[in-house]
């Protein structure tokens, strides 16, 4: 009963922030963001690593941009220590909202650009999405509500490295208006 209470708490808060909203949209490509966030489900051993590889080669090759990841770990699935800050459902307050020190840091940030996993539409990382003040949201397929701008199709067999592929293609299509080429 308790449970079920705070699922629907967290619901209706989710469509609260979403409605809500005010943030500053803007587009954002991968060469104009000086900032990204990347939000994603760890429940998966392989996806950890896949994230882990990816972020790896990002702060390599874009070295003057930054990268902040937050992990969603389920309770069925619990790591000891990660590469990366990670929050639980334990992490749901009875009121629904989620708090705690690994989110309470990732919504201090305002990033150009918020790249969202969540191949199992977890509600509390589209909670953690929509209070993200990012300018431009990117997500993987959720049930509304949801705050992202562009919605990436990704099928129950593909995984995170196909969301990655994906974002990377449709995110090069977007040239903003007020970017200029180098010559």
Not at 122 to 148: C, E, L, R, Y
């Amino acid at each position: 009963m308790f449970n079920y209470l705070r699922k629907v708490l967290l619901h209706r808060s989710l469509q609260r922030l979403v409605e809500h909203s005010k943030r500053r949209r803007q587009s954002f490509n991968f060469e104009t963001a000086r900032s990204i966030a990347l939000l994603f489900d760890a429940s998966e051993e392989e996806t950890r690593k896949i994230v882990a590889m990816w972020a790896e080669a990002f702060v390599e090759r874009e070295h003057r941009k930054r990268l902040h990841v937050l992990a969603f770990v389920d309770d069925a699935h619990l790591v000891g220590q990660s590469r990366f800050p990670q929050f639980t459902a334990r992490d749901l307050r009875w009121y629904g909202r989620i708090e705690g020190l690994a989110v309470t840091r990732f919504l201090a940030q305002t990033p150009d650009l918020l790249l969202c996993f969540n191949p199992h539409q977890q509600p509390t990382i589209q909670w953690v999405a929509a209070a993200s003040k990012a300018s431009m949201k990117v997500g993987s397929s959720n049930t509304p509500p949801h705050d992202f701008d562009v919605v990436i199709e990704t099928p129950a067999d593909k995984d995170i490295q196909f969301f990655f592929r994906q974002v990377a293609h449709y995110l090069s299509k977007i040239v903003p208006a007020h970017y200029e080429q180098p010559a």
